[in-house]
């Protein structure tokens, strides 16, 4: 074993024993697993029965083992460099299922409130109603303990690899399913309440933006961890894109548990980022860290700075050489939106 891989293993091997409890799971897991659902229903049209649910601590033992596992056999092979994006697919995987349960949970809470709006006095009618939200209970505590698994499985993933993982698409929203019952109205009020406090967080929102190129992240956690210092509850917007300088914040995002709402590029041309641009300026960010890349961010900065939103601009190191085919644009040319004199003069105005 050489000495960078060495090093390497005893880094990954120091974060890994933090993640792993001995012989005890982590409240997640107790919260997700410890307190089944008195009867449930896990198959569509069966009658509610008493199921087991996985021991929280072998649930965790052995998520987290099938990325170690991949981690300790691929790491100094030829096969090393294909291990991350094995171990992607794993925790990919769980936010599939847990994405799926999710749609049908969505489906049987839309039968619910159909349900309710036409209530009849009958006892079958009550038997189906009671029989639905069950099952609809019961989806809703299965996707909660999938999402935990795939919430250490991507834990453990970046302790290996040492970055955050992302699903390829849609939101990862985790919560805890409680084994209460409560009636169809208030059940689905609960559930609407839960649903916006993932998908909608309230805090003071933070805009985040850089090129798919970028590799100097010190400075950029530097500054993110004083603004979280300011702003303790911030929500992190990004311009969604998977490596370079989004992927160093998702990452800091990750480690700081602070949520990431990703805002994605959907559509070809030139327009949608302008249209993402405009959207995210509705969201009335209270401060922005940029990264000068494309005419997309020159416009994202103009967007900002018009709206007096507190900028910190990071220019392109002068020491390298910048990408061989930028992409520009007519309106804005990033070489002369991000200038020296007037980026940093921003960036130490506001921190």
Known sequence: M?????????????DLSELIAEETA???????????????????????????MPEPFAAQKVC??????????????????????????????????AGTLKRQEDDLASKILDMTRRMEPSEVFNKDLEDTQLQCQSLAEQRANIETMRDYAAAMYKACWRRAWAPAKGSKASSVTTASYISAVDFLRERALAKREQHHPQGPVVVFSGPAIWEEWEPLWTKLTEIKARVPHMTLVTTGQRKGADAIAAAWAAREGVPIVAFGLYGGGKKPAFTRNKKIAELRPVEAVLCEGSGIQANLYQTMRKQGVPIHAFHWPKDKPKPQRPHTIDTYRAEDIFQPSDTFRRARRYG
Request: aromatic share 10%; glycine share 6%.
């Open 26 to 52: 982590t409240p997640e897991f107790e919260a997700s697993f410890g307190d089944p659902l008195p009867l449930s229903i896990i198959e569509p049209g069966e009658e509610p029965g008493e199921h087991d």
């Open 2 to 14: 050489t000495k960078k891989s060495a090093k390497r293993s005893v880094s990954t091997l120091a």
């Open 64 to 97: 987290g083992e099938l990325i170690t596992s991949l981690y300790c056999l691929f790491t100094d092979t030829r096969l090393d460099p294909l291990a991350p994006q094995v171990a992607w697919g794993i925790v990919n995987s769980f936010q599939f299922v």
